[in-house]
């Protein structure tokens, strides 16, 4: 009889420590928000990148973290209701995809940890005092992209010397329109060639400056840096196929998409950075404490097909350099 009654005695404590009750007891999971410029779909291979960081620093999605996305889908002006969304969810972290996604949640509080990404000195973009010393709540990765203007121009007249008159395509609304302009105009005058700068800041323009390229008679066609033009690698490959202008943009992406050539900084490899810090931060460390981390690796991407379909061919040169000739 005792042996039953303690069975009974087990049996109803483990029932009550299954109870919802006994379970809210339990620590809370940490939430980290993930604040993105461009849409999820076409961040995916970025968002898993952040997961290995977590992972390298021992969390993983949905097991002892959870992660509420927020995508403006290339819509800036929804960034800052995304980011006061997140805020009065009271995650505990804000990893911020974009520099226009990092100043909408430093815009947003002051108090939660922001980890950013961004291709240029964010520094120079004010989103922290200095790279050693961040201070206040935000810190993050920065890779080499609107830095390697100059260079992408460079390569670009490598491959077509013929081109001497090159489009310039930006973003007006876009954080680094001045940078951009500035390196690009810089490494014309260096080469002896003349740039045609047209504007674009949604899909709709693209008909518009495309035509105006060919009425131009560009030779080439250098893409600004910009997180709108990089949720639209793909449909930028494809009109600069189309009409048939040799073509540079910064990540890989545009080159596995059709377009020319690709060069920059290793943006996955920054993903994957900023994903480490926030598990950091998560594990109490502080953002002000946290120096930018510098990817310093620049990455040279080339579609052989693409250059066969303009007519191009590759210098030697420019093949052994490249980290990736796609076929």
Known sequence: MAQVGRRKFLLATGAFLATPLARAQQPAMPVIGFLNGASYDLSKHLVRAFHQGLSETGYVDGRNVAIEYRSADGQYDRLPALAADLVRRQVSVIAASTPVAAFAAKAATTTIPIVFVTGSDPVEQGLVASLNRPGGNLTGATTLAVELGQKRVELLHELVPTATL????????????????????????????????????????????????????????????????????????????????????????????????SYAGSITDAYRLAGVYTARILKGEKPSDLPVQQSTKAELFINLKTAKALGLTIPPSLLVRADEVIH
Do not use: C, W
């Open 166 to 261: 090159i489009a310039v395509l930006v973003n007006p609304t876009g954080p680094n329109l001045a940078a951009v302009s500035r390196d690009l105009q810089a490494a014309a005058r260096t080469l002896g060639l003349q740039i045609h700068v047209l504007h674009a800041s949604a899909e709709s323009d693209f008909d518009t400056v495309f035509a105006t390229m060919v009425r131009l008679r560009a030779g080439a066609l250098v893409i600004g840096t910009d997180t709108f033009f990089n949720s639209q690698s793909r449909k930028l490959a494809t009109l600069a196929l189309r009409h048939t202008l040799p073509a540079i943009y910064q990540y890989r992406e545009f080159a596995a998409a059709g377009g020319l050539m």
